[in-house]
């Protein structure tokens, strides 16, 4: 069992590495953090011992044995795609290749499962992650000297075209300014999902960073717009703050639509639906747990928050209409309303690394400029975050419940505000 403790500030850990000797590990935590450094060093530990069995273990090292390591060695390191990896390589590369040896696999065992893939109508995108994830692994593996070489190659014209296998889907997955407006004013709607969905549709923010922003991330003393700093994400699966997707800090213009609404949340709503006034240190939208909201159970929300107000929920044959769907209106609406999209592209994403692009520097005003030409209103009959006759009533009976049995966690979207 690894032990955990502080030299300073910081929380190290004992583990027992491959020759079985006790060494010592920094975690990347700090005192006060003792729970996530435990899992941490849990976590870290299972990779060691992975490893030393695959020293010590008789027999052949299998592909199936190996991708385990592999992915333990991911999910401790905190690389953001070990999930969706795992997924790729259990579901889709391990029934064909598990039970061969690391060391024999060749292109041609690698040819036969994409075109197994292929035959099954796997869709195209999922073909290419499956193949991208299993030559990761090898590379690695022939790092460790576990193979010769990386035998995760095809020819040209094996592996499929980088399309949707639903054509139609991201056409309908947008919406009108007329549900967006709904979506953030109608008092049908929950308030603090309101929020969540302005945050989405006006400030262009993926799910992860809405639900870790804090208030000391909103500077609404900027001019001539406030300010959002997204320097972190939300982590659903890990249940962790991480670094965002890209591992920068970018700085959103807050929209005066969405600037009207921050302002109500924290003067009129928050306190109430929380028990207290919030410090900077709280998250602007919380679960009633205080703690980050977990992405699928906002997603179970949303289609329930489009059925209640009468809107289309699928957006195609294979998925709904989402939350990262508000995302991309935001991008698409500001360029539709004469928003530069060169300009709009370091809003939503890091600035590009061409040499070109290193010589845009521009300025706050600027970025203000282009994201206040969205033409949005958060209103309802002329009031911002208006509630329902009975939304008192609902909002008592969902504290009760919150406060006895939390399912899911932190949520229940099925309460309308």
């Given at each position: 069992m690894a032990s955990i403790y502080a030299r300073g500030?910081?929380?190290?850990?004992?583990?027992?590495?491959e020759?079985?000797?006790?060494?010592?590990?920094?975690?990347?935590?700090?005192?006060?953090?003792?729970?996530?450094?435990?899992?941490?060093?849990?976590?870290?530990?299972?990779?060691?011992?992975r490893r030393r069995a695959t020293v010590i273990a008789d027999g052949p090292l299998t592909v199936s044995a190996?991708?385990?390591?592999?992915?333990?060695?991911?999910?401790?390191?905190?690389?953001?795609?070990?999930g969706n990896e795992e997924a790729h390589l259990k579901k889709h590369a391990l029934p064909h290749l598990g039970s061969l040896?690391?060391?024999?696999?060749?292109?041609?065992?690698?040819?036969?499962?994409?075109?197994?893939?292929?035959?099954?109508?796997?869709?195209?995108?999922?073909?290419?992650?499956?193949?991208?994830?299993?030559?990761?692994?090898?590379e690695n593996a022939e790092i460790e000297g576990k193979v010769p070489r990386n035998p995760v190659k095809v020819k040209k014209g094996e592996l499929p075209a980088k399309v949707d296998k639903d054509p139609e889907w991201r056409a309908n997955a947008t919406f009108t300014v007329a549900e967006v407006e709904r979506l953030i004013s109608d008092a049908r709607i929950p308030v603090e999902r309101r929020v969540l969905y302005a945050l989405k549709a006006i400030a262009g923010l993926r799910h992860g960073e809405a639900a870790a922003l804090r208030w000391r991330h909103y500077d609404r003393e900027m001019e001539p717009l406030g300010r959002l700093i997204v320097a972190v994400a939300y982590n659903s699966d890990r249940r962790v703050e991480k670094s965002t997707k890209t591992g920068t800090t970018r700085y959103v213009p807050a929209h005066p639509a969405l600037a009207k609404i921050l302002a109500v949340w924290k003067i009129s709503h928050w306190a109430r639906i929380y028990g207290r006034a919030p410090t900077s240190d709280d998250f602007i939208v919380p679960a009633r747990t205080m703690r980050p909201l977990n992405k699928s159970?906002?997603?179970?929300?949303?289609?329930?928050?489009?059925?209640?107000?009468?809107?289309?929920?699928?957006?195609?044959?294979?998925?709904?209409?989402?939350?990262?769907?508000?995302?991309?209106?935001?991008?698409?609406?500001?360029?539709?309303?004469?928003?530069?999209?060169?300009?709009?592209?370091?809003?939503?994403?890091?600035?590009?690394?061409?040499?070109?692009?290193?010589?845009?520097?521009?300025?706050?005003?600027?970025?203000?400029?282009?994201?206040?030409?969205?033409?949005?209103?958060?209103?309802?009959?002329?009031?911002?975050?208006?509630?329902?006759?009975?939304?008192?009533?609902a909002e008592q009976r969902a504290r009760n419940r919150w406060r006895k049995v939390v399912t899911p966690p932190g949520l229940e979207p099925g309460i309308a505000a």
């Open positions: 500030k910081r929380l190290w850990c004992s583990l027992k590495n020759r079985g000797e006790w060494i010592c590990k920094r975690t990347p935590y700090f005192v006060g953090n003792e729970r996530e450094a435990t899992k941490y060093a849990e976590l870290a530990q299972k990779v060691l011992d190996y991708a385990d390591y592999w992915l333990e060695d991911r999910r401790t390191r905190g690389v953001g795609s070990a040896r690391l060391d024999e696999v060749n292109p041609v065992h690698v040819r036969d499962m994409v075109r197994v893939l292929r035959k099954n109508e796997i869709a195209p995108r999922t073909v290419l992650h499956v193949f991208g994830t299993l030559h990761n692994m090898f159970d906002m997603a179970h929300a949303m289609k329930e928050d489009l059925a209640e107000l009468g809107l289309r929920i699928e957006a195609g044959k294979h998925r709904s209409r989402g939350g990262h769907d508000l995302r991309a209106w935001f991008k698409t609406r500001a360029v539709e309303d004469g928003a530069d999209s060169v300009i709009l592209r370091r809003v939503t994403h890091a600035p590009p690394k061409d040499v070109e692009s290193g010589y845009l520097r521009f300025s706050w005003a600027v970025y203000c400029r282009e994201v206040a030409k969205i033409r949005i209103s958060a209103e309802s009959r002329g009031q911002v975050l208006e509630l329902s006759t009975d939304f008192s009533t």
